[in-house]
């Protein structure tokens, strides 16, 4: 009977495994956050008894502290707020999650974002906790087929100019659609970026990037081929910097590497001669060079919307700028400016080392540890600058296996502490004994 339970529980986490990326379907269309993934996360926390009860206790244990520290932290912001000179917000001042909540203290955004941001630690600490390798081939096909996905989206606006997504029902604000469609012309060629079942491209981008790192430097190259496509095609520049920052810790390997290198630059040169140097370059320019150089459209609100916000932080009373004024009040276009608002200077520099501690504290002892800490440093980056989704998994679980990891190199060295200390009384055990009998 233990046995058949334990199946089924394998069962519920190989199903969250496989659905963690698809974040445009949801099970209650009229209630926001009911995706598959969403709501098997929150029955692990039942489920996890069943797997293994030592490690269920751990996992509580890390909840607890999260929930006991998070909620003081809150109370902090909510005490100086209501100190404080303010009275109401206004749409005005910065870009509020709900805009007709006037409200100073314990906003309902505060408990909707909460929730979502609950859903994302419950993840984190059940991976922390329960990774095993086994997970590999389940999260890499669900990411396979959030690519292919994306893939048959793309080649169906290419012969019908439609959109081919079946699948997403998500709707905000009961008109507005959670997964949108954005196209990419070149020259006079229109095609429809990549977006697959993430919501847009750049949330896409901010997906499957980790698992083309995660795909390469476990040796599984068909996987990487398609995850990189899939994120080329997205025509995003949050994609194109997890590219470069791909080819930079490549080049940083340069002796290593060399024969890689060759052949990439070889490969580069024979699609300029098909293509035409001239077409691939205005296809680059439009989709990255054009955003960072020019006054695009993006650039002009990821600007006003920084500098909107930083505004708003710096008029807030001292102990506000420390702690915020609550999680779930402002979203920006970025994560940076979200957090100082929203959790003060105290909260992002816990975000900046739960992500960061583990790049500095791993080590490169094997191909899995390298691409976790390449896809830590791509998805802080890419968060921090561009696309401020806190709540997608696939994040989360990247983190988790860090610590996972940082977890089991602590075990491993305690054992070897100890070894040596048990070893070591032992020879001294046995040369007080001869001295005795001598």
Same mark, same amino acid.
């Given at each position: 009977?233990?046995?058949?339970?334990?199946?089924?529980?394998?069962?519920?986490?190989?199903?969250?495994?496989?659905?963690?990326?698809?974040?445009?379907?949801?099970?209650?269309?009229?209630?926001?956050?009911?995706?598959?993934?969403?709501?098997?996360?929150?029955?692990?926390?039942?489920?996890?008894?069943?797997?293994?009860?030592?490690?269920?206790?751990?996992?509580?244990?890390?909840?607890?502290?999260?929930?006991?520290?998070?909620?003081?932290?809150?109370?902090?912001?909510?005490?100086?707020?209501?100190?404080?000179?303010?009275?109401?917000?206004?749409?005005?001042?910065?870009?509020?999650?709900?805009?007709?909540?006037?409200?100073?203290? !314990?906003?309902?955004?505060?408990?909707?974002? $909460? +929730? @979502?941001? %609950?859903?994302?630690?419950?993840? *984190?600490? /059940? &991976?922390?906790?329960?990774?095993?390798?086994?997970?590999?081939?389940? !999260?890499?096909?669900?990411?396979?087929?959030? $690519? +292919? @996905?994306? %893939?048959?989206?793309?080649?169906? *606006?290419? /012969? &019908?100019?439609?959109?081919?997504?079946?699948?997403?029902?998500?709707? !905000?604000?009961?008109?507005?659609?959670?997964?949108?469609?954005?196209?990419?012309?070149?020259?006079?060629?229109?095609?429809?970026?990549?977006?697959?079942?993430?919501?847009?491209?750049?949330?896409?981008?901010?997906?499957?990037?980790?698992?083309?790192?995660?795909?390469?430097?476990?040796?599984?190259?068909?996987?990487?081929?398609?995850?990189?496509?899939?994120?080329?095609?997205?025509?995003?520049?949050?994609?194109?910097?997890?590219?470069?920052?791909?080819?930079?810790?490549?080049?940083?390997?340069?002796?290593?590497?060399?024969?890689?290198?060759?052949?990439?630059?070889?490969?580069?040169?024979?699609?300029?001669?098909?293509?035409?140097?001239?077409?691939?370059?205005?296809?680059?320019?439009?989709?990255?060079?054009?955003?960072?150089?020019?006054?695009?459209?993006?650039?002009?609100?990821?600007?006003?919307?920084?500098?909107?916000?930083?505004?708003?932080?710096?008029?807030?009373?001292?102990?506000?700028?420390?702690?915020?004024?609550?999680?779930?009040?402002?979203?920006?276009?970025?994560?940076?400016?979200?957090?100082?608002?929203?959790?003060?200077?105290?909260?992002?520099?816990?975000?900046?080392?739960?992500?960061?501690?583990?790049?500095?504290?791993?080590?490169?002892?094997?191909?899995?540890?390298?691409?976790?800490?390449?896809?830590?440093?791509?998805?802080?980056?890419?968060?921090?600058?561009?696309?401020?989704?806190?709540?997608?998994?696939?994040?989360?679980?990247?983190?988790?296996?860090?610590?996972?990891?940082?977890?089991?190199?602590?075990?491993?060295?305690?054992?070897?502490?100890?070894?040596?200390?048990?070893?070591?009384?032992?020879?001294?055990?046995?040369?007080?004994?001869?001295?005795?009998?001598?």
């Amino acid at each position: 009977m233990v046995n058949k339970s334990r199946d089924n529980v394998s069962i519920l986490v190989k199903l969250l495994l496989l659905t963690m990326c698809c974040t445009s379907f949801l099970i209650f269309p009229s209630i926001q956050g009911t995706t598959l993934a969403y709501l098997l996360t929150f029955s692990m926390l039942i489920t996890c008894l069943f797997i293994n009860k030592r490690k269920s206790k751990m996992f509580y244990f890390d909840i607890v502290k999260f929930l006991f520290f998070y909620l003081f932290l809150t109370m902090l912001s909510q005490i100086a707020l209501s100190f404080s000179s303010f009275t109401s917000f206004h749409v005005s001042e910065a870009t509020f999650i709900d805009s007709n909540d006037s409200s100073v203290l !314990f906003r309902k955004s505060f408990f909707t974002q $909460s +929730l @979502y941001l %609950l859903v994302a630690i419950i993840f *984190f600490y /059940f &991976t922390k906790n329960f990774y095993s390798k086994s997970w590999d081939k389940y !999260f890499l096909t669900g990411a396979a087929f959030l $690519s +292919l @996905y994306g %893939l048959y989206e793309f080649v169906y *606006f290419l /012969f &019908t100019h439609q959109n081919g997504d079946f699948i997403s029902n998500r709707m !905000f604000d009961g008109s507005h659609s959670g997964s949108l469609v954005q196209w990419f012309t070149i020259e006079s060629f229109v095609v429809q970026r990549v977006k697959s079942l993430t919501g847009e491209p750049s949330m896409f981008a901010l997906t499957i990037i980790p698992f083309f790192y995660y795909a390469y430097y476990t040796k599984r190259y068909k996987l990487s081929m398609l995850f990189g496509l899939a994120a080329v095609l997205t025509f995003s520049s949050t994609a194109y910097l997890g590219l470069a920052i791909f080819f930079v810790a490549k080049i940083i390997k340069f002796y290593k590497n060399i024969i890689l290198l060759y052949c990439a630059s070889l490969l580069c040169m024979i699609l300029g001669l098909i293509v035409g140097f001239e077409k691939i370059w205005k296809i680059i320019y439009d989709a990255v060079f054009k955003k960072l150089l020019t006054d695009s459209q993006s650039t002009v609100i990821r600007s006003f919307n920084f500098g909107r916000h930083m505004d708003f932080y710096s008029n807030l009373p001292f102990f506000n700028k420390l702690f915020g004024v609550g999680f779930g009040t402002v979203r920006s276009t970025d994560l940076f400016s979200t957090l100082l608002i929203n959790v003060g200077i105290i909260g992002l520099i816990i975000f900046i080392f739960l992500f960061l501690y583990p790049v500095f504290k791993l080590k490169n002892i094997n191909n899995e540890i390298r691409a976790i800490k390449l896809s830590l440093i791509f998805v802080y980056i890419a968060m921090m600058i561009a696309v401020p989704e806190f709540s997608y998994l696939s994040s989360w679980l990247f983190l988790g296996i860090s610590y996972y990891y940082i977890k089991e190199a602590k075990a491993s060295l305690l054992s070897t502490h100890l070894f040596c200390y048990f070893q070591a009384n032992s020879y001294s055990s046995r040369y007080i004994t001869s001295v005795l009998r001598f």
